[in-house]
């Protein structure tokens, strides 16, 4: 079973069930913290070759 048939599986449950609305508030918070996560300012100090 690919991905893509989990997603839909899973949006016509949400959708028959009458969840979408927390099904889709629980994927934008995923991607916010994925964004907040991936910053560069976590990335932590670069590796400089020495002079």
Known sequence: MGIDK???????????TGQLPKVL???RVAQLQL???SQASKWGRPLLLPT
Do not use: A, R
């Open 6 to 16: 989990l997603i839909s599986i899973s949006v016509v449950l949400s959708v028959s």
């Open 25 to 27: 508030k629980f994927v």
């Open 35 to 37: 964004i907040k996560e």
